[in-house]
Each structure stands twice: as C-alpha cells, then as structure tokens.
C-alpha cells in the first residue's frame, strides 16, 4: 500500500462520503474485509476519485448511472448522498435515472428513483 495515496483517498471519501461513514467502514472492517477497505480507500478513492480530470460533481454523476445500472441499492443509497454532497441537484439526479431507463431498463430506473428518495430523505435530516 502507498500510505501517501491512502491518505489522500481517505481524505476524498471523508468529503464525499462523511466522517461518519468512513469511520464506520473502517470500524466495521475485520481481519477478513480490513485488506477490501484499504484497498478501496487507497485504489477507488486516492488513485481515481483523487485525480484531477473530472471533477467530483462529475464522478459522483457517472457513478449514480454506473450502480443505478448494475443495480446495486446499498452503494446507490451511498452514493445518492455524496453526489448531493458534491454539488448535483435532485433535478439532475432526476435526469440520471431517466438515462438509466432508456438505456438500462424502466425496472432499474425505478428502484433507483425509489431508493433516492430515502436518501434524499437521510440526507435532509442529517443536514
């Protein structure tokens, strides 16, 4: 591991994610699931999301089309709320899932509007 580009990745994930979270995930972490969340923090988080070529705006954008399409509900919730973090609107959260319904299915569009809501709903009582 780079302890360099760890920190950096633990850095981005604490602004997009919060304090709360990242605390948790690594709380959380055991001997067998502690070598996946390094390797999260230091790989997705300080090697990518770190980089300068897109904005977090922007990648908080493409992930939300990315996991609304691989159907994945508990890092949609997730990652609902960085994208709100990192400046993208509810309107254009809206727009990203009707994206998804063309190009991935209405029944993956629905479950990401339905999921959005709750964290919408989570993220406004946090705030």
Not at 83 to 109: K, S, W
Request: proline share 5%.
């Amino acid at each position: 591991m780079d302890p360099q580009t760890y920190e950096k990745g633990r850095a981005m994930r604490t602004a997009v994610l919060g304090e709360a979270y990242v605390a948790a995930a690594a709380g959380n972490a055991d001997e067998f699931s502690a070598p996946f969340q390094d390797l999260v923090t230091e790989y997705c988080w300080g090697a990518v999301w770190s980089r300068e070529g897109l904005p977090p705006k922007i990648r908080s954008m493409l992930n939300l089309a990315m996991i609304a399409t691989l159907n994945r509900p508990h890092e949609l919730r997730t990652h609902v709320g960085g994208a709100l973090t990192n400046g993208v609107t509810r309107e254009e959260i809206r727009e990203i899932f009707m994206q998804v319904a063309v190009y991935a299915g209405v029944p993956a569009a629905v479950d990401s509007f339905r999921i959005a809501r709750q964290a919408f709903t989570e993220y406004d009582q946090d705030a």
